[in-house]
């Protein structure tokens, strides 16, 4: 680890590649000038302290790797309680999902209720993580129809329309995800998974 915790940035940009940014700390598995921690998140547990983080930035990095559920949990440990953690997908049919030789997955727009307990999935599997998390929402990104929608406040607030759900079905209409997740956990007990 680079710094000890008590001076380690609150916030965490895993998977940065190129986008090296100020004030977090930056983690990647190719050691290049900018980048704090240098590893491989297919590796667990990762270098970095529990329930420390308050914001997490997961973009275009969780398609790559291959323990979905294992990579969420580790994510959920690092974080502290009622972090927010962005996360940026492909969409399950678009175009991007597959275009990158190095996708081992695409996701859908409920994929992260599995985690949420407020959520049917989570309800029907509990069992399938120990991680837990609130979706703040998930907004819809690169969609053809986007500027001809006249529900666009509604997509912002997770809630959309039986149209919106009709347009992802058909191919490439719907390009990325994007995700703000909450991590719930409270603020005295162990948070190891």
């Not at 930035?57 to 580790?74: A, G």
């Not at 994510?75 to 275009?99: E, K, L, Q, T």
């Not at 390009?175 to 005295?188: C, E």
């Amino acid at each position: 680890m680079p710094e000890s915790r008590a001076s380690m940035a609150r916030r965490l940009n895993l998977g940065c590649g190129n986008e090296v940014l100020d004030g977090f700390v930056n983690v990647d598995i190719h050691g290049r000038p900018g980048i704090d921690v240098v590893h491989d998140l297919t590796k667990f547990p990762w270098p970095l302290p529990d329930n420390h983080f308050d914001e997490v930035r997961f973009q275009n990095v969780l398609e790559h790797l291959p323990d979905t559920i294992r990579t969420i949990e580790e994510m959920w440990r690092v974080c502290a309680p009622n972090a927010a953690v962005d996360i940026r997908v492909p969409y399950w049919n678009s175009r991007w999902a597959w275009m990158d030789p190095q996708h081992v997955r695409p996701f859908h727009e409920c994929t992260f209720d599995f985690f949420d307990p407020s959520k049917k999935y989570f309800r029907e599997r509990p069992y399938y993580s120990n991680a837990r998390f609130h979706v703040d929402y998930v907004v819809f990104e690169g969609c053809w129809f986007w500027m001809a929608l006249p529900w666009k406040r509604k997509v912002l607030n997770n809630n959309p329309s039986r149209f919106i759900h009709l347009m992802g079905r058909l191919s490439d209409t719907v390009h990325f995800l994007n995700f703000r997740l909450v991590a719930l956990k409270s603020p005295t007990s162990d948070h190891r998974t």
